[in-house]
Structure formats: structure tokens, C-alpha cells
């Protein structure tokens, strides 16, 4: 369901009726962190006529100190008030995602959000005018101490679609499925995972760039409702060792104005070659689009075999083993679902590079391998190889070289936030690498 579509007018007249106060005019970093500026409700007409600056020199890959004024401009349609925010005197406070414009009023290059805009131009032009995601992003509640600091401990030790007393975050799952239905979205699901601690929401698809800002909201609510029942959420791909880790399956699919593009009901598997040639595309850059999808050192650790998270690239109908899967569901249901995506992914840039790479498998008609339909961790080396199956990057620093020389990925996502990205993460690496783990010091210190 498309998102409304507010006028100035409009906006003016809830934030008289419903007492709001102040306005978060909100953007996304090229890491993928959200950044703010909160102002008064009299600065509104300044906000709506895209006349709000602020210095981009701040802002993590954006621009260098000489170029630093910025303009916001805000999509109205993402007007929000948050059901849970008032300010002392009860005002209310309301949300408004901006994309960033340079000194002159030109679209900023080093904007994720632009990027998607841009990609999904390129898929309106071929003919697609939908590009549909609906994501399946999985947290860790840990418990707060006294003084509300984090602390070690898991909420529960609840299992898969467990139930209370086992699970004991099914208040928190609740109030964040209400809150979020007061928001505007529409929650399909919502369930504990398999690691103790670990939950999952599940929300309906939408439109990639609608469902990209619902990505960033829903990480916002998540954070604000559990700390309010006194737990702490982490979207950390694997914040504790030796359990399953969190992923951010994204199921997807592109529509034309005939319906599904990826449907065929006279194709065995009910796919179109459209579906098929997306999914080549895909499968070939994958290891580029890793970096950005799987952006922390701690996403490779969720990526190891054994714990549910693809490591190889490959696809299959039956099993979930694979990186790609093809849910059974047909119709307009008929989608690909991407599992190896964790919840730390900026969701502009990397929504902009896998529909990149399956628009290059579309226009090159790129075929993908035969489906693989047995479990992958139980194959050998030499099994995978003659399967055709290659391993997805092992670290950040090897994701981040297959996303540097990637031409399509770099196209796409644009050169400005691919070099920006890849200098932080080369940084956070080297820092990674100075560091003496635990695990190192029990193995080695005695034996060496």
C-alpha cells in the first residue's frame, strides 16, 4: 500500500490539530546512521519550502569543510508523529525524511537515499514501476541494570515461535507492533527467533524506497520501546557467540503495469525469465554488494556455517541454505528472498546495489546455475566446486575490495559514497586488527 501523500497545507493544518511542537527533519548518513535536526514548530514554513540548512562537513562521507552548507529537503510523504515523544509541556513531535541538496540546489551524490531514487528511475525507464521489498529484520533484546546501562544478560531463553513463560519479550514484541501500527505500517508477523533473546517484526512489503525509510523507523521504534520496558535492542549481527546471529532477509520483486514481473505460470518453478535474469545478476555481484549489505567487522561472524546465515552463493526452491531462496508463494507473491543481508546495512545504498545488480542481469540476460537443492554445509569443497557454488566474502576488508572494483555496484550506489564507505571501513578494519580478542589470549598464551 502506497504511503499518503501530504500537501504543505495539510502538514500545517495536524500540527495545529494535534499540538506538535517540534519537527525531527531526518537524513541517513553513508554508514547508514540517522542524523537529525529538531526545530520549532515556527521554523515549518522554512522546513517545507526546503530552506532548512545544516553544515555537511559533520556529517560522516559527506563533504569537506569548504563545502559545508547543505539544503534538506523533505519528502512530505513521510510526514509522521511519534505516538510515543512529547516535549515538557506535552507537545507532540513529528518526523519528516529529507533528502540532502548542495549549496547550489543540485541532488547530493553522497546521499544513499538519492542513490535508490536514481536506481529506481533506471528500473521506472525499463520498464518496472515497482521495485517491492519486504524485510524480515531480526534484534537481541539484553536486559538493563539498575542505572539503565546494558548489560550481558538475554531477555529469555525462548526458542523459534516460542511462547511465554519461555518467551518473556512478548510485551515488548507487542507494544512495538501497536506502536508501529500507530505509525501507519502494516505488520504482517511478529515472533521470537531461534537464539535466546532474539525476535523478529515482520512488516509489508512496499515499495523499495518507502521500505528502505520504514527500515530506519522501525530501528528507532524498536530502540524506544524496548528501553521503555527496561531492555536494550541491538540490530549487532551477532552480539553473543555460539547462537544464531541476526539477519535482514529482504524478499523481492519487480512489477510492471501488467503485475508481477517475476511470475510465469507456464515455467515449472512459475518464474519468468525476468525473475530468472535478476537472479544471475544477483549471484555474479553478490561478493561486490556484500560490503553493503554486511557493513561491520561483526557481520562476518554472523557469517559462518553452522548457524542458519548463507555463506555460499548460490539458490535454491527447496532449502535455506543457499544465499537466494524462491518462497513457494506465486501470483503477485512471487519473489526472491535474499538471507545473507544483516540489519546494520544501510538500506538506501544497499537496496540501490542488489536492484543494480539484478537490473544487470536483465539487461545482459545473465543466466544463474542450476538451483542447488541439498544442504550446502553438508557438501564438500570439492561438491560446491563442481555445483559452481563460491563463497561470499569472509571479511570486511575482502567484501570491501570485491565492492571497489565491482564497475556495476560502483555505478550504481554512486563513486562518492563507494570511495566515502570503503575509506571508513578500511579505517575500521585496521582498528579491528590492532585488537588482542579474548579468544586469541585463551589459545595462544599459553601454548607460545
Known sequence: MARKSFTKEEIKQIVLDENVEFIRVTFTDVLGAVKNVEVPISQLDKVLDNNMMFDGSSIEGFVRINESDMYLYPDLSTFMIFPWETDSHGGKVARLIADI???????????????LRRLLEKAKDEGFT???IGTEPEFFLFKLDDNGKITQKLNDKGGYFDLAP??????????????????????????????????????????????????????????TIARKHGYYATFMPKPVAGINGSGMHINMSLFTKDGNAFLDTDDEM??????????GGVLKHATAFTALTNPTVNSYKRLTPGFEAPVYV?????????????????????????????????????????????????????EPRASVDKNIYLMDEVEREKAG????????????????????????????????????????????????????????????
Do not use: C
Request: hydrophobic share 40%.
Open 101 to 115: 541538496y548542495t549549496s547550489d540546489r543540485q541532488p547530493f551524490a553522497g546521499d544513499p537515499r538519492y542513490a
Open 130 to 132: 515497482s521495485f517491492n
Open 166 to 223: 519461555l518467551d518473556l519479550g512478548e510485551n515488548v514484541r507487542r507494544d512495538i507492533v501497536l506502536t508501529l501500527e500507530d505509525m501507519g505500517f502494516e505488520v504482517e508477523a511478529a515472533h521470537h527467533e531461534v537464539a535466546e533473546g532474539q525476535h523478529e517484526v515482520d512488516f509489508k512489503y512496499a515499495n523499495a524506497l518507502e521500505a528502505a525509510d520504514n527500515i530506519q523507523t522501525f530501528k528507532l521504534v524498536v530502540k
Open 270 to 279: 512459475g518464474l519468468s525469465q525476468t525473475a530468472y535474469n535478476f537472479l
Open 314 to 366: 548460490a539458490w535454491s526452491a527447496s532449502n535455506r541454505s543457499p544465499m537466494v531462496r524462491v518462497p513457494a508463494s506465486r501470483g503477485n507473491s512471487t519473489r526472491l528472498e535474499l538471507r545473507s543481508v544483516d540489519p546494520t546495512a544501510n538500506p538506501y545504498s544497499s537496496l540501490a546495489a542488489i536492484l543494480a545488480a539484478g537490473l544487470d542481469g536483465i539487461d545482459n540476460d545473465l
Open 389 to 448: 557454488i563460491t563463497d561470499l566474502p569472509d571479511t570486511l576488508l575482502a567484501a570491501v575490495r570485491e565492492m571497489s572494483n565491482d564497475k556495476v555496484i560502483r555505478a550504481a550506489v554512486g563513486e562518492h559514497i563507494i570511495d566515502k564507505f570503503a575509506e571508513a571501513k578500511k579505517i575500521e578494519y585496521a582498528a579491528y586488527r590492532q585488537f588482542v580478542t579474548q579468544w586469541e589470549t585463551d589459545t595462544y598464551l599459553e601454548n607460545y
